[in-house]
């Protein structure tokens, strides 16, 4: 069973209990968005895998990691519907997105749609919601594509009940993640917060051709300052050919890079393993990292997989939690303004403060990788195994003993939903 929750909640002061009716008026005909030119899925797509790219590259550091670059994008372009100006174009640069408009809440939130699933073996859950202050009075527009574009739910609380507005919040994530994150903030989180925008995103996949539990053992994993540790193993021999939904493998001089399908082969999980030379040695995952863009990225997963040869693989089984506040990363990557006080420019959400600004972005997220998954796919891991009279083969190792990058991906959009690093065994 392989599961993965994201949680970003992102206070918007801009971004403070009894629940009352959202306060709203009417948007000022010179803060509407222009309905802008259609926008290609696939470009927004392309733009929301450079960020998750560039994200990723900003926070790697010498430990553990595990982060969805694609919540935080679903979460910043609720507010972006609210940003104008100098504001509006940093986040869009920062994104690699469009201008502001209508026609790009529309594709995002096609896109949004399109990544919701819900079957036994594979899921992808989303949640969304807006926590105003009562002293809040948004404008119609932005209330309206929070709501119909991105299926926010809204609430207007006293916000400066910040323990019973904190408990109340984290009863809501509490729900979404089915008690996997109990507590997303603390009281003393919510002080001066005007509201709070809370996204979730929860995954599940169970392999479409699972690990035998009884061949995983446990073995030595090097670290990158020379260091050994013990870590859990799911082993596996693949042969090209043996079920409807094979395992992936591509390489160039730099990486071995194994692409492992989820149920029916609706997403998957790609692992990028740095080659280790003929002495054993490796480069570590910063190095890597300066060599690994997006772009050879889509390359190398471009390029012909090897096939007709067995795959003798072995990775980690794990389990990561992980948490940041990212408003630092942000400001850093373009978004200057938006963290100011009297220059971030969010008229187009409300007109009661002039002085709305983004405050902490917080980010909770947890996997889980193992060897469980779906018995469905048994019925065609018997598919196909018809060359039996040629000659055997030397196999190609796969061996995730030292440190590697993984991502998570929707397979029919080609969505990156969450990335990682991992460096030891936790």
């Known amino acids: 069973m392989n599961k993965s929750v994201f949680f970003l909640l992102l206070f918007v002061s801009l971004i403070a209990c009894k629940s009352e009716k959202i306060k709203s008026n009417e948007t000022p005909e010179a803060l509407k968005l222009p309905k802008g030119e259609a926008i290609k899925e696939a470009d927004l797509i392309e733009a929301n895998n450079k960020f998750s790219f560039a994200l990723f590259k900003e926070l790697a550091a010498d430990e553990n990691l595990f982060v969805s670059a694609y919540s935080l994008c679903s979460a910043m372009a609720m507010v972006y519907a609210g940003a104008g100006a100098e504001t509006e174009k ?14 790009f809440h529309d594709a995002m939130s096609a896109n949004t749609k399109k990544l919701e699933y819900n079957e036994k073996e594979f899921q992808i859950n989303q949640a969304n919601k807006l926590y105003a202050d009562t002293s809040l009075v948004l404008f119609k527009e932005f209330l309206d594509i929070n709501q119909s574009k991105y299926k926010s739910e809204a609430e ?26 109990p507590q997303l903030l603390k009281a003393e989180d919510l002080k001066d917060v005007k509201s709070v925008l809370v996204n979730a995103v929860y995954f599940y996949g169970s392999w479409a051709n699972p690990f035998n539990e009884e061949a995983s053992l446990s073995d030595t994993f090097y670290l990158e300052n020379k260091e050994k540790s013990s870590c859990s193993y799911m082993t596996e021999r693949w042969n090209s050919g043996d079920a409807d939904f094979d395992i992936k493998y591509f390489e160039d001089s730099l990486f071995q890079v194994l692409e492992i399908p989820y149920s029916k082969n609706l997403g998957s999980m790609i692992i990028i393993l740095p080659r280790r030379d003929s ?29 007709d040869v067995p795959l003798e693989i072995k990775i980690p089984k794990w389990k990561q939690k992980t948490a940041f506040n990212l408003s630092e990363q942000l400001e850093k990557m373009g978004m200057k303004s938006s963290f100011q006080e009297g220059l971030a420019d969010f008229k187009r959400i409300s007109d009661s403060d002039p002085k709305l600004h983004l405050g902490p972005i917080l980010h909770q997220s947890a996997i889980e990788v193992s060897e469980k998954g779906t ?18 083969q030397d196999p190609i190792y796969f061996s995730a003993n030292h440190p590697f990058i993984y991502l998570i991906r929707e397979n029919k959009s080609g969505t990156i939903l969450f990335m990682g690093q991992f460096l030891k065994a936790e």
């Open 90 to 103: 940093e986040i869009a640069a920062t994104f690699y997105w469009p201008a502001n408009s209508i026609s």
């Open 156 to 181: 207007q609380i006293m916000l400066k009940n910040a323990d019973e507005s904190a408990n109340g919040i984290n009863k809501w994530v509490s729900e979404k993640t089915l008690k996997m994150i």
């Open 279 to 307: 002495l054993g040695k490796f480069d570590d995952l910063n190095s890597v990292l300066k060599k690994l863009s997006f772009e050879q990225f889509t390359k190398l997963l471009e390029s012909p997989k090897v096939t």
């Open 375 to 392: 018995k469905a796919s048994a019925s065609t891991a018997v598919t196909t195994k018809g060359e039996t009279a040629s000659a055997p």
